[in-house]
């Protein structure tokens, strides 16, 4: 039997607003336990929500992103469940009529393009944090991260493999990260995702019993878990068995999805409207204005790089696959306009030195090992004959160990090309003088040799000698 | 002279002309709650020492130049109203070593207007009841007639005011637990408009239909601490923007012309005979000052019960999931998570609270939202358009406040539906978010206070003053007094 | 349709209330006794009538994202019923 992967993705992400979704308290990672908080998100008795207003911005810019549909009216909701880390014993969020409906995410698989539709994108506030003590007896609740701001986005189960979850979740995440609402960390857990996997029969149009897996932390758990879950579910049916509709999670020890302890107590979440905060309404003045001044999306930033730099395809996506790269070119390029080679230094030798050291790990790179202003001037060097290519791959690798300009570098270590054709015939001439033996294997036929004097001429002029004129005068000096 | 009779504009005007000091007023009136607590039972907790400090703070304000009606002045707070520093219970023993770390906004009020706070109120158990009997600590017992009930939820509020142990109080208002209260006490109440007054720190029990409000001797009164604590409060969503009046500039201005409306489905059967008259009389009396009177129609009156009571248990049981004895709170210790929560909550919360909780988790469940929830929710809508459709031709609505009398402790414990419908004529104006206040118009054969209540639109709170007030200064009400200890 | 014990017992666990034998009866019927007084609303129509969910005829009141809350003070945490330094304690979660 030819089964069919029907997967749905639930992503929570947590945005970068400088405050918490219904108090002022700080969203700043990282504070000692209960330092961020108050009143309000602490659940104390009497406390009351009051929206905070980029919240709403943010999610209107992640709407408009994504082509949805963005309610003029929409409503919060309370989601009621008893867990140490929801204070109030309920999570304010949305419900019946949330903030975005429709829109869809383009993703690329394996070069065919696809898209992926969204159900909807709504607003809610995080929960705290629970950790186990040190005893093990007892768990420890931290509400820093309570009331966080989240946003709550969900895909039509539209996906069908393990690689086009990964890719969906990988460019939502750019799109986030282009967007400057959230970092997108899955390790830290400002960006999170539940998968809802289920097979059917290859054609059939209903749908089969759906799974949902948690504990995915990173896009390779995302992908192990689909791929594993979906066998799963593969062996169940074929071996005659029925799956069962339940919360598995991953496991990434063992690389498998368990069955959750059974819930003993199936939570109705009895959702109703949120009385302490009122309809919120969104004008179309307020859509226009954030529409206005939306950054720039990664998809029509790669076709602009195709557009107006020229740039190949590839080029352009791999200069665009994180924001601060794609930064970083758009400064060096408007400092000095060689597009190419530009791009072939930031994706060879500097991106290159970026991995090694290991800076890409960070979700924002704020230390470039070479200014892109300065690799730009570097490269308006090569281009203006001062140096050669060879010899700017030097002066890269002193740039990036002295901090010194290219300009400063060539200077100081009198590295500049050397391109008159006196100086290099008589380099020429001097190589030619002592080796006349091989000078007569070439000129019999050898020639493979010419790269011996070359290297030699090289030599005798400290590695300077402009590499085309080099060429030029030596084979017209031998073939003579 | 004895100052705790004085009503707030008396003592002020004392106060002004610095023939007494807030030194002197509240040491009178501390030195009454110590006489008469042990019969009436008021107060959860008295604050005397934070009291006299006060006063003293507001004497020496005084003394720099300052002035204001409210400075100096010894007022009651309803337990359900966070007040820093001080045990704050919500008449629950779920809440009954918790330290309040934050004024409500209410309170912050009263604090800036000087205010001198004598102590906090016993209430119902999270405002659920109309009698103040669910009371996690003690039963408050009317002032009138110490074998019956104040009324509740803000029984302690009104029975404070009646037994002068201060001369005004903030209760709040969620059914009536505001004006039923201030009718069984013989003392005066106002509910506002909902979104009037900030509920900010305020404990929630419904959190679309509760108020605070104050109560005090005379409609006067009232209506000094309503000018302190109405206005918009950035903390509060649901409070509304709007200026507020000065509420008792306009009280004496009349009430010649005004439209007054008589709801005939506020008549019923099972009325006390009594209160019926007394009712009458008072409309009679509004007719001879002026007023217009002509009877009309509330057609959904008869589905309010049921409506208030499917959605204020549902907000309750959302409202009242945080006390699981985490953050604050008693706590039942307990191997298991599960088990403390339960073991917590079924030790700390009362029968009364109990039920509603359960009765708000049913009608929200799946498979009874819509049935009941959202049912509900829609004839609330019919509810507000009988009134939006009275307030066409008339400008205020005048009832009874309750069916009865003050009845007995005890008599309507055993049946929880009997106690609800003593509610009857109160809790639509909730469900409209209508201002409503209550005050005395006549006593029954065994000398219990009845009272009147007046229902104005939306934000006209002046309007319902100016109406009380001058039956008030036409009545002689207002000037009996409790006596007896 | 008289209401179930396993309905209130079920109730019971989704309000986190530990309810005994007792209790458990007497909520049993109290609840049942309310709940039919509450079929009263079933016989009106309100076909085409919107809920009220507020009373208030406004829209949603903004706060601008600024950080107010200093460091929280200890009041915050002074009525916890257990603690771990700045940590609630609770009995352990088992996932």
Known sequence: MEYEPVIGLEVHAELLTQSKVFCACSTKFGAPPNQHTCPVCLGMPGSLPVLNRRVVEFAIRAGLATGCQIARYSRWARKNYFYPDLPKGYQISQYELPLCLGGAV?????????????????????????????????????????????????????????????????????????????????????????????????????LGTKVEIKNMNSFRAVERAVDYEIKRQREVLDGGGRLVQETRLWDPDREVTRSMRTKEFADDYRYFPE????????????????????????????????????????????????????????????????????????????????????????????????????????????????????????????????????????????????????????AIEQV??????????????????????????????QGKANPQKLSELLRAKLDA | MDLTTLTIDEAAALLARRQISSIELTSAVMDRIRSSEAW???????????????????????????????????????????????RTTAGSKILGQFIAPYNATVTERLLQAGAVCVGKTNCDEFAMGSSTENSGFMITRNPWDLERVPGGSSGGSASAVAARQCLGTLGTDTGGSIRQPAACCGVVGIKPTYGRVSRYGVVAYASSLDQVGPMANNVAGCAHLLAAIAGHDPRDSTSVNRCVPDYAAQLDAGIKGLRVGIPR???????????????????????????????????????????????????????????????????????????????????????????????????????????????AQKVRTLIRRDFADVFATQDVIVTPTAPTTAFRIGEKTSDPLQMYLSDIFTISINLAGLPGISLPCGFDAQGLPIGLQIVGRPFEEETVLRAAYAYEQATEWHERRVSGF | MALSREVVRHIAVLARLDLDEQEEAAITDQLD???????????????????????????????????????????????????????????????
């Open chain 2, 265 to 375: 489905e506020y008549f019923v059967e099972g009325m006390q005979p009594e209160v019926e008259k007394a009712v009458r009389a008072a409309v009679s009396t509004l007719e001879k000052l002026g007023a217009q009177v002509s009877e009309v129609s509330l057609p959904h009156t008869d589905y309010a019960v049921p409506t208030y009571y499917v959605i204020a248990t549902a907000e309750a049981s959302s409202n009242l999931a945080r006390y699981d004895g985490i953050k604050y709170g008693l706590r039942q210790d307990a191997e298991s998570l599960l088990t403390m929560y339960q073991r917590t909550r079924a030790t700390g919360f009362g029968s009364e609270v109990k039920r509603r909780i359960m009765l708000g988790t049913y009608v929200l469940s799946a498979g009874y939202y819509d049935a009941y929830y959202l049912k």
């Open chain 2, 40 to 86: 009436v039972h008021s107060f959860i907790t008295v604050t005397e020492e934070v009291a006299l400090e006060r006063a003293r703070a507001a004497d020496e304000r005084r003394a720099r130049g300052e002035a204001g009606v409210l400075l100096g002045i010894p007022v009651g707070i309803k337990d359900v109203i966070l007040t820093k520093g001080i």
């Open chain 1, 432 to 461: 030619i003088a002592a080796n006349a033996d091989k000078v007569a294997q070439y000129r019999a036929g050898k020639d493979k040799l010419f790269g011996f004097f070359v290297g030699q001429v090289m030599k005798a002029t």
């Open chain 3, 33 to 95: 006794h309310i709940l039919q007084y509450f079929e009263k609303l079933a016989a009106l129509d309100t076909e085409n009538v919107t809920p009220t969910a507020h009373v208030v005829e406004m829209t949603e009141a903004f706060r601008e994202d600024v950080v107010l809350n200093p460091a929280a003070p200890e009041e915050l945490r002074s009525n916890a019923p257990a603690r771990d330094g700045d940590f609630f304690k609770v009995p352990k979660i088992i996932e």
């Open chain 1, 106 to 206: 383009e993703i690329e698989v394996d070069g065919a393009s696809k898209r992926v539709r969204l159900t909807r994108i709504h607003m809610e506030e995080d929960t705290g944090k629970n950790i186990h003590d040190a005893h093990g007896d007892a768990s420890l609740v931290d509400f820093n991260r309570c009331g966080v701001p989240l946003l709550e986005i969900v895909s039509e189960p539209d996906i069908r493999s393990a690689q086009e979850a990964s890719a969906y979740l990988r460019k939502l995440r750019i799109i986030l990260q282009y967007l400057e609402i959230c970092d997108g960390n899955m390790e830290e857990g400002s960006f999170r995702c539940d998968a809802n996997v289920s097979i059917r029969p290859l054609g059939a149009a209903t």
């Open chain 1, 275 to 426: 009385p302490d905060l009122l309809p919120l309404e969104v004008s179309d003045d307020w859509v226009a204005e954030v529409r206005r001044t939306l950054p720039e999306l990664p998809d029509t930033r790669r076709q602009r790089f195709v557009r107006e730099f020229g740039l190949p395809q590839y080029d352009a996506e791999v200069l665009t696959q994180r924001k601060d790269v794609s930064d970083y070119y758009e400064a060096a390029v408007r400092q000095y306009r060689n597009p190419k080679a530009l791009s072939n230094w930031i994706m060879g030798d500097l991106l290159r030195l970026i991995r090694e050291r290991k800076l890409d790990t960070a979700l924002v790179i704020h230390d470039w090992p070479v200014a892109p202003e300065r690799l730009a001037a570097m490269v308006e060097l090569i281009d203006s004959g001062e140096i050669s290519g060879k010899i700017a791959k030097a002066v890269f690798d002193e740039m990036v160990a002295t901090g010194k300009t290219a300009v400063q570098i060539v200077s100081e270590q009198g590295l500049t090309q050397i391109s008159d054709e006196g100086t290099i015939l008589a």
